[in-house]
């Protein structure tokens, strides 16, 4: 056996949050063949739910949910999985292998997987009920409850969710603003080259952004909210939502063994650092990434599936472990939008776009290459086939130059429609 295998017994397997990671864990262990005890400890009293529809479909209100549910009653009982809602963690015992939750119960394991996420970063400015965050179920409700047509919403930070919760306000008929202190704010998820077909997408659906300013402050009152910029311009709106980051939900492994603050160290079989008999998956994990094997955090819905299918297959097989093999896919929806992502492009270099990204809508797909030429990295903006192309490009590491004559070919359309 490996020097951290660990012997599987009546205590089983403890998942520490449910979220996706949490979920598929689960799952994966019993499609694996793990015939023993699984308990899952959330800390939200909801059944698990999806959380990319909370910016999007279920704040726009094409969603229920129903629609949410990551799992339903009839699969947890099918799968004999032990769930207890409402039950925070607030310490673990590598010793005597026990997680205590906010009520003072112990939950007793064979190997544990934390799986307890992150929290929006709350507002360093302070503010009151017409200060939101948005990472909650509960939290989307009461957005949506204040998203009403003409009201003035102003957006604080203009990344992923930023982004997506101007264009769902926008959609709702409100009045939007948005603001972020860089100047490209998607530049790290689409290329600083791309990062303005994304900008000029919130100025072409009427939606007003401050890129390159800060915020100085911010108070509100029962009448409205007022945003002051570091310009001294002032914002009033009837609400603000503050998107500005996150914090992983780590804290309560102070002290066993685990560090903790900045996520939580793995290596590239999920083991966490430190920790024997304990795995980690999704947004509070951090797992080696290539091509420098430095542990990271990686936030997206695709990463926490991924890493919850590893931890499942190495806890099942601890005797010949897999690393993790990222695929580094993500999505975003915004206006007339469709945004995929595979690879890091703010890591690389464009070589390439094919398409028409001056269109409107915009379709078209960038390329980018690594230092020997290889295809990175692809952004796809309204054209799923590419992306799905691209994707199985990277997977048989294609030069860059085949990969764009591959896309090209796709991009031209074919005899038939010429002729027509």
């Not at 629609?67 to 207890?84: G, N, V, Y």
């Not at 190997?111 to 965050?133: D, F, N």
Request: hydrophobic share 45%; with cysteine.
């Amino acid at each position: 056996m490996t020097e951290q295998a660990v012997k599987l017994g009546s205590r089983g397997v403890l998942v520490v949050g449910a979220s996706v990671a949490g979920v598929r864990v689960a799952r994966d262990l019993r499609r694996h063949g793990f015939d023993g005890r699984i308990t899952i400890a959330g800390a939200e009293e909801s059944l698990p739910y999806d959380k990319p529809p909370l910016s999007k479909q279920y704040l726009a209100g094409t969603f229920d949910t129903a629609r949410l549910s990551l799992i339903e009653p009839s699969e947890l009982e099918a799968l004999r999985l032990d769930l207890r809602l409402g039950a925070k963690a607030v310490s673990l015992s590598a010793h005597d292998r026990i997680v205590v939750d906010d009520a003072g119960r112990e939950l007793a394991y064979d190997v544990c997987v934390v799986a307890t996420g992150a929290s929006a970063r709350p507002s360093p400015w302070g503010g009151g009920e017409r200060v939101h965050l948005l990472r909650t179920l509960g939290d989307s409700a009461r957005l949506k409850a204040a998203i009403t047509p003409g009201a003035r919403v102003v957006v604080i930070g203009a990344g992923l969710i930023g982004s997506e919760v101007a264009s769902t306000s926008a959609k709702l008929g409100a009045q939007v603003t948005v603001i972020d202190p860089l100047r490209s704010p998607m530049a790290k998820l689409a290329g600083e080259d791309l990062a303005g077909v994304i900008e000029s997408a919130h100025a072409r659906h009427g939606v007003r952004a401050h890129f390159g300013v800060g915020v100085a402050g911010l108070s509100d009152d029962s009448q409205s909210v007022t945003v002051r910029l570091t310009t001294s311009e002032e914002i009033e709106a009837d609400l603000a939502v503050v998107g500005i980051g996150v914090s992983t939900n780590d804290a309560w492994l102070a002290g066993s063994g685990a560090e903790t603050g900045q996520g939580v160290e793995c290596d590239e079989y999920g083991r966490v650092v430190g920790l024997a008999g304990v795995y980690a998956a999704g947004d509070v994990a951090r797992w080696p990434r290539p091509p420098l094997g430095i542990p990271q955090r990686v936030e997206h819905w695709t990463n926490a599936v991924e890493q919850a299918a590893t931890v499942a297959y190495n806890i099942v097989h601890q005797d010949s472990p897999v690393a993790n093999k990222p695929t580094d896919y993500m999505w975003s929806d915004q206006y007339d939008l469709k945004l995929q992502v595979v690879g890091w492009p703010a890591l690389s270099t464009l070589h390439c776009v094919i398409g028409e990204p001056s269109a409107l809508p915009p379709r078209f797909a960038a390329l980018f290459a690594d230092d020997r030429n290889a295809l990175s990295a692809a952004v796809t903006v309204n054209w799923p086939r590419a992306l799905a192309e691209c994707r199985r490009l990277l997977d048989e590491s294609a030069d860059v130059v085949a990969a764009r004559d591959r896309l090209e070919a796709l991009h031209r359309p074919a005899p038939s429609q010429l002729s027509s």
